[in-house]
Nanobody, 123 residues
Framework: QVQLVESGGGLVQAGGSLRLSCAAS????????MGWFRQAPGREREFVAA????????NYADSAKGRFTISRDNAKNTVYLQMNSLKPEDTAVYYC????????????????WGQGTQVTVSS
């Protein structure tokens, strides 16, 4: 069983930055592709970014390209999401998720989920 715990959310003004972290309790962290998703009130959960187990491959939603960076430190069993130039429309609960196999943009393909961390961007 893989447990994921997110941290780093908070309240930030538009144009500011936040770095989210997701710590995994698993011995073989590098086996897992990791993704970040977000869900705003009244909206479906949407893909933000994903990274392969070794970190060589990444994929971003169009809304995240150029502003967000996903990375991982397999020695620390942690995946990060650096978010810059934040906008009010980035306000959501952000979830990290893990799956064995290649990276994929679809939430249904992920087997393990964290509890989420709230990001609020004020205008």
């Amino acid at each position: 069983q893989v447990q994921l715990v997110e941290s780093g959310g908070g309240l930030v003004q538009a144009g500011g930055s936040l770095r989210l972290s997701c710590a995994a309790s698993v011995r073989t962290f590098n086996w897992y592709a990791m993704g970040w998703f977000r869900q705003a009130p009244g909206r479906e959960r949407e893909f933000v970014a994903a990274i392969s187990g070794g970190g060589a491959s990444t994929n971003y939603a169009d809304s995240a390209k150029g502003r967000f960076t996903i990375s991982r430190d397999n020695a620390k069993n942690t995946v990060y999401l650096q978010m810059n130039s934040l906008k009010p429309e980035d306000t959501a609960v952000y979830y990290c998720a893990g799956r064995t196999g290649p990276i994929i943009r679809y939430a249904y393909a992920y087997d393990y989920w964290g509890q989420g961390t709230q990001v609020t961007v004020s205008s």
